[in-house]
């Protein structure tokens, strides 16, 4: 694979429209990015944990009062009758299948 | 009193002020909403004013005072005076834009718990500040929608990512402000426009309402003039939130109770690889000369080594940039953010809506982020950089078992140009000394030490044990009082 595929693999990944520019400058950054990741390989890391997270706790599971649906419907880009309305998801074929 | 007096009190002195009917907290409003006026079209540090939110909640302290209903203790200290945030921490009914045409006109539906905790004491919000975009970056020179210059030197950045936090304490515009950390974000600007930063131990600010950039190592600190407001601030702030699952109580909140103390035979490591060939001789030898001031008071000087140092900065480049890209994928213009006005189907719409929406930074980082996440490069890449996390806590709880706290430059560098630093990567080495705090989600404060290269500022960086804040703001200010004869701005 060459680096122009990869950077449009990666991308799509991102869920990122690039431009050409940007292609070839992220690509060029993405190798530097990785030569300097490959310093980690400079330390011995043989006998390291791989860490503990930060402890946490979690609330009780209880009802209590959320955000303001009103508030929230206007945040929405676009809405109808109280439901958020989204783009379609499946294609017209995809829809036919899943009914059958 | 004149209003120049207003600009350099403390937190502490206008509080007394207050109290005292020197002033009202409309006429301390008023006063900084005219310095912004007069001042911020040259600084621009400001993105939003909120200037009749402002007002409102001056004279809402001012009835309450009226009424004897002000409140006592900690939160005394901060009542009817005003600050303002970074544009990342979500303010109710007012924009917050993390400084991205992605979140341009986002008007958040709920404040974050650090907004909610002042407001609780009588702070007065005057504005959002901007920021590196999405905080990704060390000069605020990545923000998509205004330019922040350093107070110091116009011709200067501000550092980053809270250059606006910093920049507008710094200049006067506003007696305090708050700026989120992930791998410097606080320090790095206080260290440029010579105020102090302070990036609390992991948990104990809540994150609830900060726009998640790296979700592990995002911390909310205070940007002041002087150590004495830092501790009052994050005095204001600390606690556990049912909000944030990684928050805890401070084990010692009082944050003032120590400042005098002094630092007779504390001992402070002195680690050999913050001082190496990277660093400036102008920020070297301000901080070896602070190391001096600190050890004529009594403190004893402990050289020592880090040798996770070297690798500490590939090790955050990758789990920050693996964190942004999950954190951000919200950001598609269906959940959050810019929506694009031509797209063919859903993929096109989140594709075209990110493309968009994010700057070249956040592109890059993104991208990073999923390289290093995607098959092939997990194990050498996040797997590593997880491990190499690991064993840098590990060599810093040792250290600090034998040091008391860690003695360093904030920063290598001065305070660069505009435009100076196009190279990504020579942009990244601004975070070097800064970001093992982060990984290790140890306490660590910034405070000026002096002048380097044309005069500009120095920082130095104190880093502790998890929450030992309260002794880096003793070590701190027996630096500032011995240094600039106490609390200079009382």
């Known amino acids: 694979m060459n680096e122009h595929m990869d950077i449009e693999a990666l991308a799509r990944l991102s869920r990122l429209a690039l431009t050409e520019d940007e292609k070839r400058e992220f690509a060029t950054d993405l190798e530097a990015m990785i030569a300097f990741g490959r310093t980690l390989n400079k330390a011995d890391l043989s006998t390291a944990t791989c860490g503990k997270n930060a402890p946490t706790s979690l609330r009780a599971d209880e009802p209590a009062p959320s955000l303001d649906r009103t508030a929230i419907m206007d945040m929405a880009a676009t809405s109808s009758d109280g439901f958020v309305t989204v783009v379609r998801v499946l294609s017209e074929a995809e829809k036919e299948a899943s009914e059958t | 009193m004149k209003n120049n007096d207003l600009t350099s009190l403390s937190l502490t002195a206008l509080?007394?002020?207050?109290?005292?009917?020197?002033?009202?907290?409309?006429?301390?409003?008023?006063?900084?909403?005219?310095e912004i006026a007069a001042k911020d079209g040259e600084?621009?540090?400001?993105?939003?004013?909120?200037?009749?939110?402002?007002?409102?909640?001056?004279?809402?302290?001012?009835?309450?005072?009226?009424?004897?209903?002000?409140?006592?203790?900690?939160?005394a200290a901060l009542f009817g005076i005003p600050y303002a945030l970074k544009d990342n921490i979500c303010t109710k009914g007012i924009r917050t834009t993390c400084a991205s045409r992605m979140l341009e006109h986002f008007v958040p539906p709920y404040d974050a718990t650090v907004v909610t905790r002042l407001s609780g004491a009588g702070g007065v919000l005057l504005g959002k500040l901007n920021m590196d975009e999405f905080a990704m970056g060390a000069s605020t020179e990545h923000s998509a929608l205004a330019v922040t210059r350093n107070p110091r030197d116009l011709t200067r950045v501000p550092g980053g990512s809270s250059g606006g936090s910093a920049a507008a304490v710094a200049a006067g515009l506003v007696p305090y402000a708050l700026g989120s950390d992930t791998g410097g974000s606080v320090r790095n600007p206080a260290a440029f426009c010579g105020v102090v930063g302070m990036k609390p131990t992991y948990g104990t600010v809540s994150r609830y309402g900060l726009v998640a950039f790296a979700s592990?190592?995002?911390?909310?600190?205070?940007?002041?003039?002087?150590?004495?407001?830092?501790?009052?601030?994050?005095?204001?702030?600390?606690?556990?939130?049912?909000?944030?699952?990684?928050?805890?109580?401070?084990?010692?909140?009082?944050?003032?109770?120590?400042?005098?103390?002094?630092?007779?035979?504390?001992?402070?490591?002195?680690?050999?690889?913050?001082?190496?060939?990277?660093?400036?001789?102008?920020?070297?030898?301000?901080?070896?000369?602070?190391?001096?001031?600190?050890?004529s008071l009594g403190a004893i000087l402990v050289p020592l080594s880090l040798p996770s140092f070297d690798v500490a900065l590939a090790a955050y480049y990758v789990i920050?940039?693996?964190?942004?890209?999950?954190?951000?994928?919200?950001?598609?213009?269906?959940?959050?953010?810019?929506?694009?006005?031509?797209?063919?189907?859903v993929e096109s719409l989140y594709c075209r809506s990110r493309g968009e929406g994010f700057g070249s930074e956040v592109k890059r980082r993104i991208l990073a982020g999923t390289l290093a996440l995607s098959v092939g490069y997990y194990d050498a890449y996040y797997q590593k950089a997880t491990e190499a996390r690991a064993r840098l806590r590990e060599e810093l709880t040792t250290i600090l078992s034998t040091c008391d706290i860690i003695l360093s430059p904030t920063v290598p560098t001065v305070a660069h140009r505009f435009g100076e630093r196009q190279d990504h990567a020579q942009m990244l080495l601004g975070d070097r000394y800064t970001v093992p705090a982060n990984l290790a989600g140890l306490p660590a404060l910034s405070l000026p030490c002096g002048t380097g290269e044309d005069g500009l500022p120095v920082g130095m960086q104190l880093m502790g044990a998890p929450f030992s804040e309260a002794l880096l703001y003793r070590v701190a200010y027996a630096y500032e009082r011995q240094t600039k004869g106490g609390d200079d701005y009382e």
């Open chain 2, 15 to 34: 509080a007394d002020g207050l109290r005292r009917g020197d002033f009202s907290s409309r006429e301390l409003c008023e006063h900084f909403l005219a």
């Open chain 2, 216 to 295: 592990s190592l995002d911390q909310i600190g205070p940007i002041t003039k002087n150590v004495r407001d830092n501790a009052l601030v994050l005095s204001a702030l600390v606690g556990r939130d049912a909000h944030d699952a990684t928050s805890q109580e401070h084990p010692a909140p009082d944050f003032c109770a120590d400042l005098d103390r002094g630092v007779r035979g504390l001992r402070i490591g002195i680690p050999s690889e913050f001082f190496g060939e990277d660093c400036s001789r102008c920020v070297r030898d301000a901080v070896l000369r602070a190391a001096d001031v600190l050890a």
């Open chain 2, 320 to 345: 920050s940039s693996a964190e942004a890209s999950s954190n951000l994928s919200r950001f598609d213009g269906v959940r959050y953010g810019h929506r694009a006005a031509d797209y063919k189907d």
């Open chain 2, 43 to 75: 600084i621009g540090a400001f993105l939003t004013r909120s200037c009749s939110h402002a007002l409102a909640a001056a004279d809402e302290c001012d009835r309450r005072r009226a009424r004897g209903e002000s409140p006592d203790g900690a939160l």
